[in-house]
């Protein structure tokens, strides 16, 4: 898996573990374990990227953020205060207030879409259907509701399977950060999309498509590593080497291209289209509104939103609109 994956990945599966109560992950199993194999060391000054959006009222910072991150990972620098404690409000992905009601309103849909499934054992190959049930036994969740769930959001929350503990949590992510400091300082947190939009989005992609797709992915996997459904398998990198991912982003290195680590298949080609291309092509304009009102805000969403030919910056430049780099 290359840029970056887990950040993408872990809002999405954020996302759909409020919606379907899924049992928490590897990493958050294992949080109280000894992780000494994931110490780090940052012998830099951090400066994650940065972009304004302006016009002759109106200043947008745009702050690619990363969710989920260890305990005492740095990330902050003077320039990113200042900018944080003269922005107006902030605007996330989906704020914790409005992810409760986007959540509570998904409840009937799902449920009557899982009710009308056909489930993806019965679909799949006698070769692959072993796999599968071997798959789903890392959720820790009874097969046949794993079996029964839309195919695309338990797909979506196995790209942040771990075989081993991983200290990395949203309590200590930037969003949670950054939420927390303006509720204190009582400015106003909003939401630049609907959680439940982006889930329905996922749970109405052609189950067909998807399901063949993982047929072929499951009958090449050895078994071994989750992450390696739709790569090969590596050996675990330890130290500042598993975190060299969130060492380039503190160090505002971004990425041309763009890799959520669903290899190049219908699936990968349809998450990258719901949770990148539509939600960009989306924000987009939401910010060329945004601009008719005058104000300082900081947006803060995934880093992965700011790489690759889809990326929020190009959406823009489409609209006309130029993002500048500020460090």
């Known amino acids: 898996m290359t840029g970056y994956v887990r950040p993408a990945l872990a809002a999405a599966a954020a996302l759909a573990g409020l919606l379907l109560q899924a049992v928490p992950s590897f990493a958050r199993d294992n949080a109280g374990e000894a992780v000494d194999a994931y110490a780090f060391t940052q012998d830099y000054e951090p400066a994650p990227a940065l972009w304004e959006l302006s016009d002759e009222d109106t200043t947008i910072y745009m702050f690619g953020t990363i969710h989920m991150l260890p305990e005492g990972f740095r990330w902050r620098n003077p320039q990113l205060d200042a900018i944080i404690d003269t922005a107006d409000a902030l605007v996330l992905e989906t704020s914790d ?46 097969f046949d509701y794993i079996d029964s769930m839309p195919l695309m959001l338990v797909l979506m929350d196995f790209g942040l399977g771990r075989t081993q503990p991983n200290p990395s949590s949203y309590e200590n992510g930037v969003e949670t950060v950054l939420e927390r400091e303006f509720l204190e300082s009582e400015r106003p947190v909003g939401s630049i999309e609907d959680s439940g939009h982006v889930l329905y989005g996922l749970m109405r992609i052609d189950d067909a498509e998807a399901v063949a ?115």
């Open 213 to 327: 797709d993982l047929d072929r992915a499951l009958r090449r996997w050895s078994g071994k590593r989750v992450d390696s459904l739709y790569g090969d398998d590596a050996d675990d990198a330890g130290g500042d080497g598993y975190w060299q991912m969130e060492h380039d982003w503190a160090r505002g290195r971004v990425g041309e291209d763009f890799d959520l680590g669903f290899g190049s298949g219908k699936i990968a080609a349809a998450f990258h289209d719901v949770l990148l291309n539509r939600r960009n092509t989306r924000w987009a304009a939401w910010l060329e509104n945004r601009l008719e009102q005058p104000g300082t805000i900081l947006l803060a969403v995934g880093a992965g939103h700011f790489e690759g030919s889809d990326s929020l910056l190009e959406k823009l430049r489409e609209r006309g609109l130029r993002a500048r780099r500020i460090n």
């Open 97 to 142: 207030a409005d992810s409760v009601e986007d959540f509570a309103a998904m409840g009937e849909k799902f449920a009557t879409i899982m009710a009308a499934r056909t489930p993806t054992s019965e679909r799949l190959s006698p070769e692959a259907r072993g796999k599968w049930r071997q798959l789903a036994a890392r959720t820790g969740m009874p």
